[in-house]
C-alpha cells in the first residue's frame, strides 16, 4: 500500500517563496510518477507539475516559478521517496490546498484520474 504525506505548506506574501515535500511510503515499486494538483476553494482540482523516471511537466501557469524534483535517486532497493515542489514569485492565485499523487507507470501525468494514491494535502495562503 503506497501513502503519501505532504508538508511544507502555510502563509506567504505575494512574491515569497515555499517548498512542500511529498514523502512517498510502501509500494512494490521503487519509483513511480508523482504529481502535484491543487484545489482552490468552489474550483476543479488542476495538475501543477509532475514527474517521471526521466521527465518534468508543468502546467502553464506555474512554468519558470516552480519546480518539481526528485530527492534521492531511485534504486531498486529504495521504496520511500521524497518529491519536492519549489514554489517561487508566489502569487496570490496560488493559494489552495495542495496534493500530492502517485500512479504506477506515466499515463496522461497531467490528468488526475490516472493517479492512484492521493495524499491528504497541505494548505498554501499567498496574499497581496
Known amino acids: 500500500q503506497v501513502q503519501l504525506a505532504e508538508s511544507g505548506g502555510g502563509s506567504v506574501q505575494a512574491g515569497g517563496s515555499l517548498r512542500l515535500s511529498c514523502q512517498q511510503s510502501?509500494?512494490?515499486?521503487?519509483?513511480?510518477?508523482i504529481g502535484w494538483f491543487r484545489q482552490a476553494p468552489g474550483k476543479e482540482r488542476e495538475f501543477v507539475a509532475a514527474?517521471?523516471?526521466?521527465?518534468?511537466?508543468?502546467?502553464?501557469?506555474?512554468k519558470g516559478r516552480f519546480t518539481i524534483a526528485r530527492e534521492n535517486p531511485i534504486s531498486r532497493d529504495n521504496t520511500q521517496n521524497t518529491v519536492t515542489l519549489q514554489m517561487n514569485n508566489l502569487k496570490p492565485e496560488d493559494s489552495a490546498v495542495y496534493f500530492c499523487?502517485?500512479?504506477?507507470?506515466?499515463?496522461?501525468?497531467?490528468?488526475?484520474?490516472?493517479?492512484?494514491?492521493w495524499g491528504q494535502g497541505t494548505q498554501v495562503a499567498v496574499s497581496s
Open positions: 510502501g509500494g512494490a515499486f521503487s519509483w513511480y510518477t
Open positions: 514527474i517521471t523516471l526521466s521527465a518534468t511537466y508543468y502546467a502553464d501557469s506555474v
Open positions: 499523487a502517485a500512479q504506477i507507470g506515466n499515463r496522461a501525468v497531467r490528468t488526475r484520474l490516472e493517479y492512484t494514491y
